[in-house]
């Protein structure tokens, strides 16, 4: 039985956009075809929550090459968005300046394919912070299923 989702998404309006392309550039570094949000849909600073929405375009550059014929979008992606996402809300929220690195993964699972025109909702919980180092779990969704699992370690540089 697959985990349950870090919070409950039945009360967000996943069409929502809280945050757009241009707030997101304001504070993550990512551009061109490493940028892999589309929206912050939601978020709730109070118990460390955040929502992502990231729409998987059949134009985007790994679909020729991943896997011709059976384009899927690659986990290394998916994890890239849930670590944008985990970014932004380090810088947002939290209020850290500056970079933010990739410092680790834990625990990850990959559960479903998503492929293009799916739109990935990713899900992240701030598990804890102190001194240049911040970890969250996160969740990626589409179409009410849990395609990954994620925990993942920011380092501010």
């Known amino acids: 039985m697959?985990?349950?989702?870090?919070?409950?998404?039945?009360?967000?309006d996943l069409s929502a956009t809280l945050f757009g392309p241009e707030t997101i550039r304001e504070l993550n570094?990512?551009?061109?075809a490493m940028e892999h949000l589309n929206a912050i849909v939601w978020a709730d600073s109070v118990k460390g929550q955040i929502l992502g929405r990231k729409e998987v375009g059949a134009d985007?550059?790994?679909v020729p090459g991943h896997i011709p014929g059976r384009p899927l979008l690659p986990g290394v992606i998916m994890l890239e968005a849930a670590a944008q996402v985990a970014s932004f809300y380090t810088k947002k929220y939290v209020g850290w300046p500056g970079f933010?690195?990739?410092?680790?993964?834990g625990d990850t699972?990959?559960?479903?394919?998503?492929?293009p025109g799916d739109v990935l909702y990713i899900l992240s919980q701030l598990t804890g912070h102190r001194h240049r180092r911040i970890t969250c779990n996160a969740q990626g969704v589409v179409n009410g299923n849990l395609v990954f699992e994620t925990s993942i370690i920011g380092t501010q540089m």
Request: net charge positive; glycine share 16%; no cysteine.
């Open 109 to 115: 699972k990959f559960r479903a394919e998503v492929k």
């Open 100 to 105: 933010i690195g990739f410092g680790g993964l």
């Open 60 to 62: 985007e550059f790994w």
């Open 2 to 12: 697959p985990p349950s989702f870090l919070f409950d998404l039945g009360s967000i």
């Open 29 to 32: 570094p990512q551009r061109g």
